[in-house]
């Protein structure tokens, strides 16, 4: 490999693999964050195509196009985006349960006790609102408003995190004119050959006998995963029989009239559960299914059902693995997006996956020669993203009393991970929440998906019972009706949308 630019002057010859949404982001933000450091080729086939799923989104995405320098209502307007405040959970626990899993926190904390201590205790009191009252972005999903956070992270009625719900067709366009105008430059072809020396790929060979050399190489080429997966062998660790959903089958439809939704919802089905995403042109849905509960035609037919508006294109069936690459990174390959892995679109996690990729790689990006220590770095950092969703997904199925299918009957019984096992435990016993310092889903996310889903704590922090309980019911009282009184200023999400335009 050459030295980086501050080394001998020259760059790292990147090649990027794939055109999606993996590829393009990661195009991107190479370009723009280590432009001295690397030049990017990337290599996409059209005649292949992308997946062109993959439009629920995390806040963090606002942190990508931020450090990027992309302004907001441009890229919301390119890609048919909404604002979303969290996700929508039907059905789950129990068929006729629903609670929203917001972005951001629950009322805030007294003395260092987390603010939901002091809600389980007055809430088997039967004295207290639901604990959604307490968040500024449940209230506000609930009444279809939407405006940004205020700035201080403290004050619980204003504060709450954002995303986007976008055009999954739109934002790898989108991203390919930003990369482009900053210096990546592209090459239309399909790949079909793959020149490697044990476990360092050299070169990529086109349908056309063109050659592409480069230093390191990141495999955006989706589930087909060419260079980590069919090149290097990367070995496959399969979590199918934790998350045995292995189909979707998706199908956009027309808006309804009413009020545009700030939130994507989940519904939980026989065998498996469906999406609905509102856009501004248009409603995204989907069914991800099990194979083994429900056919092709049975989940087609109950996604047409349940549409809210007409049919704009025949359903388009995908199949899938949950699961990932042993390693992400392997030799001077780094796999990126669906190449690397997948874990279903619950909790709207990929493109998150994507983004914490992309960051790793450019914090851990080699100098000279692939080290050790940065691959090693980068592969620690993505597995305990890995396995955190994985367990936060498990807990969606396996939390249910439901028992009126094969389906149910299955998630709810089977043998869940020690992991996860060891958080339950936790919880069930004192309302804690297993602490980590960084990733995705921290205490406010654990606690939405427990309550909502009916695994109530038998004791809480005894610090929460501290304050008498008369005073308190008075200040969790003013702090739900203030919560509702700001919400209720707040322009609906509609409005919202049609100023940014
Ligand atoms: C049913 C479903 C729903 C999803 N919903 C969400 C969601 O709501 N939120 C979310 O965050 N994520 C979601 N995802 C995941 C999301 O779609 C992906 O993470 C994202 O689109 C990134 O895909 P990708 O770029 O890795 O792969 P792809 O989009 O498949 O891109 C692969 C690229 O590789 C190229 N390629 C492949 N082989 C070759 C070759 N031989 N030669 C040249 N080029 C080649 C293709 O042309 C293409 O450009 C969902 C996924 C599925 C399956």
């Not at 604002?83 to 805030?108: A, M, N, Q, S």
Request: hydrophobic share 45%.
């Amino acid at each position: 490999m050459t030295e980086r630019a501050n080394g001998t002057g020259e760059k790292v010859r990147v090649v990027v693999v794939g055109g999606g949404t993996a590829g393009w982001m990661t195009a991107a933000g190479l370009a723009g964050l280590l432009p001295a450091a690397c030049t990017v080729t990337l290599v996409e086939s059209e005649a292949i195509g992308i997946v062109g799923v993959g439009e629920a989104t995390l806040p963090h995405l606002r942190l990508y196009l931020e450090r990027l320098g992309i302004d907001e209502a441009a890229f919301m307007a390119a890609t048919e985006a909404t604002y979303k405040l969290g996700i929508e959970f039907r059905d789950f626990g129990r068929v006729g349960d629903r609670y929203i899993h917001p972005f951001g926190t629950y009322g805030r904390p007294l003395s260092g006790v987390a603010f939901h201590h002091y809600w389980l205790r007055r809430a088997q009191a039967g004295a207290v609102p639901p604990i959604g009252a307490f968040s500024a972005g449940v209230t506000a999903a609930e009444q279809r408003r939407f405006e940004r956070p205020g700035a201080d992270p403290n004050d619980p009625t204003t504060s709450f995190g954002y995303a986007y719900q976008f055009d999954a067709t739109r934002f790898a366009p989108f991203m390919r004119d930003w990369a482009e105008a900053r210096g990546v430059k592209r090459i239309e072809g399909r790949i079909v050959a793959v020149e490697r020396e044990r476990d360092t790929v050299r070169a990529v060979t086109l349908d056309d006998g063109s050659r592409i050399e480069g230093d390191l190489f990141i495999d955006c080429s989706g589930f087909r995963s060419l260079l980590l997966g069919d090149a290097l062998d990367e070995p496959w660790e399969d979590w199918s029989h934790w998350l045995p959903c292995d189909r979707a089958v998706a199908v956009p439809c027309a808006s309804p009239d009413g009020p545009t939704e700030p939130f994507t919802r989940a519904t939980a089905m026989p065998a498996g559960w469906r999406w609905r995403i509102p856009l501004r042109h248009r409603v995204g849905n989907g069914y991800v299914y099990a194979s083994g509960h429900a056919s092709d035609d049975e989940a087609a037919a109950a996604l047409l059902a349940g549409l809210d508006g007409a049919a704009l294109a025949e359903p388009r069936f995908l199949r899938f693995r949950a699961g990932r690459r042993r390693r992400s990174w392997a030799g001077n390959v780094v796999a990126v997006g669906l190449a690397s892995g997948f874990l279903e679109p619950l909790e709207s996690t990929s493109i998150y996956l994507v983004q914490a990729a992309i960051t790793a790689l450019v914090e851990h990006f080699p100098d000279g020669r692939v080290a050790a220590v940065d691959r090693d770095g980068f592969n620690a950092a993505i597995d305990a993203e890995y396995d955190r969703i994985r367990d936060f997904l498990i807990l969606h199925y396996h939390a249910t009393t439901r028992d009126d299918s094969s389906f149910w009957n299955h998630v709810r019984t089977m043998t869940i991970p020690d992991t996860l096992a060891d958080k339950l435990a936790l919880w069930r016993g004192s309302g804690q929440v297993s602490k980590y310092s960084h990733g995705l889903f921290l205490e406010p996310s654990w606690v939405a998906v427990y309550l909502g889903q009916g695994i109530v704590p038998t004791g809480w922090d005894p610090r929460a019972d501290v304050p008498e309980a008369g005073g308190l019911d008075r200040a969790l009282g003013s702090l739900a009706r203030a919560i509702g009184d700001r919400v209720a200023a707040m322009p609906l999400h509609d409005a919202a949308l049609a100023r940014l335009a």
